[in-house]
């Protein structure tokens, strides 16, 4: 495992992050309704994937996801170090992008969101949203994968009750800003077991496929 890959994860996930609440705080200072505001930080989020994932793909796998780096352990395509260490990478990441766009917008450094989402339709959202990210990833190529799944996130942002979060690092970093795309602390555990679960389903629709090949 080299120093780089944890690096490009750290840095990715950061940037990612950054798009995430950057673009929620703008929408929310230029006065958008509620429409404007999802579809800016919808346009925002998949523009940032398609970048990070085109350039770290070749170095790192370009996971910045952690259920991403859990079916690749799953299918022994890394260590066990390499799961942990690219987890502990893509949390640190993503928090450091929370923090660096909160100090951006002139919010506290470290804030504390109280935005409630709950409910067993967020909760299915969430299985959705993951399911379809991680399949993806399983099922994409190189040359491809990088257009697939930011077009898969913009379109869950309007089709999924959660708004997409599909990413446990994601879900865990928004606890610490009051963005509009903020999540309360509260919420995050039912929002990491639906990513897990949908990732776990999608890895089971990957192999029943190569079974029947």
Known sequence: MKLRN????????AVLLIAVVGSSFMASYL????????????????????????????ISGAHYNPVVT??????????????????????????????????????????SSTIERSGSGVFIGEIVATMGLV??????????????IPLWIFAAYFFTSSTSFANPAVTLSRVFTDAPSGIEFGSVGAFVFAQVIGSLIALSLWKAEKRND
């Open 70 to 111: 859990l079916t690749s352990w799953l299918r022994k395509k890394s260590s066990f170090t390499e799961f942990l260490f690219y987890v502990v990478a893509q949390v640190l990441g993503a928090i450091v992008g929370v923090l660096i766009a909160n100090s951006m917008f002139d919010s506290k450094l470290i804030a």
């Open 31 to 58: 006065k958008a309704d509620s429409a404007l505001g999802l579809l800016i930080n919808a346009a925002v989020t998949a523009a940032a994937l398609a970048i990070i994932i085109k350039v770290g793909s070749p």
């Open 135 to 148: 399949y993806l990833a399983l099922t994409s190529n190189e040359k491809s994968v990088w257009k697939l």
């Open 6 to 13: 944890l690096a490009v994860e750290f840095i990715g996930t």
